[in-house]
């Protein structure tokens, strides 16, 4: 007889099938003669973390004179035996809650990785390492379970909760067989085949990767910038580009002049800026490039690769043409059709929230007409009247999609939009604060380079970074020839560390910089 219950908690984030997870083994214990209560925290969705479903199983109830055990409605700290979880940040989330313990707890859980919304919005790299976590959960657990779950439940077309399901069966920790697992599944009644799929392949994998973990994955989810993986820095292979138009594959045979370790980066660079409007803006990006490679210092690799990352980056910022159109591409739709599994059958409609601020609006225009409605006068009130509240644009419709198909065709105009004057304008000025810096401290250069990952982003995101980068441009014109590289690498860092500039001007005035009239 068990003196104390069993003690489970699920970690899941919204759509992964947690709470079914938790509904499935209450059930199964239920059915066998286990008193069994469920509890759950709810988080919010991927922002702020997982809902935390919490399982408590108790033998006897189906003993004559059994009486009715007290049960907790959530975990505890180092008082938990079983641990589910249904991404590899989720399994780090329960260690760092201290639920994992070396001399108790069993973690089942998935090898991939989701992005948390903390590490996209990061002004920076915000990105969690996934080794690091993966070795602080392994270090962390009694015994481990984990393989690529997600995988696992795309390839059975179903979902993580079935795949954990299986798992938990597979790894012998419940006093229950597998016709008794299987047969909770059966009892649900809803995607009942897909779901046993899943759950026979998660068995079979979970036998075998007892402790035996395999190598994280990512998957970066809908809504961050990048594409799975190390995706912020995957590159493609030179030799595996090749462009079919004649002018592009002028402009990649330029790039092969650049030394090897930086061919792939500058090739990126391209690709972005011909998506971005056509051939001759991928010129103008080589031009930009060569002009800083030609100047003092600027034929240094680590120089040159920075600046060609960033470069590509700001020259291809994002302006309400840019979100158009990157709401209405095919692969955006196929990518959200698969992400729900939607089939040929289903109707699929897809619902963008869109707030554009009438400073967009101005950007977007011509730049004589946008300069004067951005001035304070009666058009200028009306317009921004209109533009207090966002509105949904439902881009699976033929309203919705023409609305922004027009926007986006707009882009062969883009050159002469407000927007684009102003860019040029800040791009050109950072160039050429490089080639000054550069000529005092190659250094000191290099770090003003990477002050440009503060530019990024679009509306309120974009305006909040561009301020902080403009504090510190100002700070290096001011004392260039006395500020230290070292320096001005911890004055970019806290301006990353805090997007409303707050521990920027906490660090210039210990420093010693003057602040006044930087942060108006």
């Not at 004559?64 to 907790?72: M, N, Q």
């Not at 790894?171 to 599944?185: D, H, K, M, Y």
């Not at 809504?223 to 995957?234: I, P, T, V, Y």
């Not at 065709?409 to 102003?422: E, F, K, M, N, P």
Request: hydrophobic share 40%; net charge neutral.
């Amino acid at each position: 007889m068990y003196a104390e219950p069993i003690k489970i908690a699920i970690l899941a984030m919204g759509g992964e099938g947690g709470g079914v997870l938790a509904d499935w083994i209450v059930d199964m214990g239920e059915e066998n003669g286990w008193f069994a209560q469920t509890t759950s925290v709810p988080g919010v969705a991927q922002r702020t973390g997982a809902t935390i479903y919490y399982v408590e199983l108790f033998p006897g109830a189906d003993q004559p004179d059994a009486r009715l055990p007290v049960l907790a409605q959530s975990p505890m700290p180092g008082d938990v035996d079983i641990i589910l979880a249904s991404e590899l940040m989720e399994a780090g989330r329960a260690v760092q809650r201290g639920l994992v313990t070396q001399d108790r707890t069993t973690l089942i859980g998935s090898t991939h990785r989701v992005y948390a919304i903390a590490e996209k919005s990061h002004a920076g790299d915000g990105r969690v390492d996934s080794e690091t976590l993966y070795r602080q959960i392994r270090r962390a657990a009694r015994r481990l379970v984990m393989f690529d779950m997600a995988a696992t439940a795309e390839r059975n077309g179903s979902v993580v909760s079935a795949v954990l399901f299986g798992a938990l069966s597979g790894a012998g920790v419940l006093p229950f067989n597998r016709s008794q697992f299987e047969a909770t599944i059966e009892r649900g009644g809803v995607g009942v085949k897909s779901s046993l799929a899943a759950f026979a392949d998660a068995f079979d994998q979970a036998r075998l990767t007892q402790s035996e973990v395999s190598r994280p994955t990512v998957r970066a989810r809908e809504g961050g910038q990048q594409d799975g993986g190390d995706a912020k820095s995957a590159l493609p292979d030179p030799a595996s580009v090749a462009p079919r138009h004649p002018k592009v594959a002028r402009l990649v045979e330029h790039a092969r002049g650049y030394p090897a370790d930086i061919q792939p980066i500058v090739i990126e660079g391209i690709r972005r800026c011909v998506d971005y409007q056509d051939p001759a803006y991928g010129r103008l990006y080589l031009d930009r490039l060569d002009a800083q490679r030609a100047a003092p210092g600027g034929d240094d690799i680590e120089m040159m690769r920075e600046v060609a990352r960033h470069l590509a980056l700001w020259m291809t910022y994002e302006d309400t043409i840019r979100v158009a159109d990157l709401k209405i591409r095919g692969t955006r739709f196929q990518r959200v059709r698969d992400e729900v599994h939607s089939t040929e059958e289903q109707v699929l409609s897809i619902s963008e929230y869109m707030h554009p601020r009438i400073e967009e609006i101005c950007e977007t225009l011509p730049a004589g007409l946008g300069r004067w409605l951005s001035r304070p006068h009666a058009v200028h009130r009306l317009v921004a009247r209109f533009t207090r509240e966002g509105r949904v644009v439902t881009t699976s419709s033929l309203s919705g999609f023409l609305l922004l198909y027009g926007l986006a065709q707009w882009g062969r105009w883009r050159r002469v939009t407000l927007r684009y004057a102003i860019e040029t304008t800040r791009i050109e000025a950072w160039l050429q604060r490089l080639r000054t810096a550069a000529a005092i401290d190659p250094r000191l250069a290099l770090e003003a380079a990477k002050c440009q990952t503060l530019v990024r982003g679009y509306s309120d995101t974009h305006e909040r970074g561009l301020r902080n980068f403009e504090v510190i441009m100002t700070v290096l014109d001011q004392h260039a020839k006395a500020l230290a590289p070292a320096i001005l690498r911890e004055i970019r860092n806290a301006a990353l560390a805090d997007e409303h500039g707050r521990f920027l001007r906490d660090t210039l005035v210990r420093r010693g910089f003057p602040v006044d009239g930087l942060f108006t």
